[in-house]
T-cell receptor, first 113, second 114 residues
Framework: AAGVIQSPRHLIKEKRETATLKCYPIPRHDTVYWYQQGPGQDPQFLISFYEKMQSDKGSIPDRFSAQQFSDYHSELNMSSLELGDSALYFC????????????FGSGTRLTVV | GESVGLHLPTLSVQEGDNSIINCAYSNSASDYFIWYKQESGKGPQFIIDIRSNMDKRQGQRVTVLLNKTVKHLSLQIAATQPGDSAVYFCAERLSGGSNYKLTFGKGTLLTVNP
């Protein structure tokens, strides 16, 4: 069965650079969620999209933006990167409001140096 | 320098023992709960879920108990195996509205000793 695909798996950027993370949800899933997980931390919700419209927003810095495209894939754009942005970034997708579960991707490990 | 945040609750068990991992959730209006297993550097992997109209659900070697009165979830793993070693998170979904994000609880690091 198809899973949630994230790319790249690993990314190293310097401070003040920009990064773009991509997420390809499970086919026919209508909602995409982005989470940030620091070392030893629980995943923190950043933002979600339902049918290509932003549906909810969490603790996402103003330096970050995201969108969902017509093919339902989503991109998280991060600018003016800071050392503290180093984390695992997960994407999850669901349908029917998550009534049939949420599937997470393998994540992108972002390291800011 | 000191690492911030690397202080997960831990549970260490012997192979073959039963494990119980607890979680306190935050919102009494949450209607759906999921336990996830996360191995190092990997995404959360679904283990078992339960809806708020139930208080117990069983899977293969795993049981989830829900106590809505005290907003508490537990995950029981029978005959724990070394492959069960991972961080375990509970997550809750708030009912109502159109936003269905999951909110995660604090993880617990389970270590299974052979």
């Amino acid at each position: 069965a198809a899973g949630v695909i994230q790319s790249p798996r690993h990314l190293i950027k310097e401070k003040r650079e920009t990064a773009t993370l991509k997420c390809y949800p499970i086919p026919r899933h209508d909602t995409v969620y982005w989470y940030q997980q620091g070392p030893g931390q629980d995943p923190q919700f950043l933002i979600s999209f339902y049918e290509k419209m932003q549906s909810d927003k969490g603790s996402i810095p103003d330096r970050f933006s995201a969108q969902q495209f017509s093919d339902y894939h989503s991109e998280l754009n991060m600018s003016s990167l800071e050392l503290g942005d180093s984390a695992l970034y997960f994407c999850a997708s669901s349908s029917e409001g998550g009534s049939y579960g949420y599937t997470f991707g393998s994540g992108t490990r972002l390291t800011v140096v | 320098g000191e690492s911030v945040g690397l202080h997960l609750p831990t549970l260490s068990v012997q192979e073959g023992d039963n494990s119980i991992i607890n979680c306190a959730y935050s919102n009494s209006a949450s209607d759906y709960f999921i336990w996830y297993k996360q191995e190092s550097g990997k995404g959360p992997q679904f283990i078992i879920d339960i809806r708020s109209n139930m208080d117990k659900r069983q899977g293969q070697r795993v049981t989830v108990l829900l106590n809505k009165t005290v907003k508490h979830l537990s995950l029981q793993i029978a005959a724990t195996q070394p492959g069960d070693s991972a961080v375990y998170f509970c997550a809750e979904r708030l009912s109502g509205g159109s936003n269905y994000k999951l909110t995660f609880g604090k993880g617990t690091l389970l270590t299974v000793n052979p």
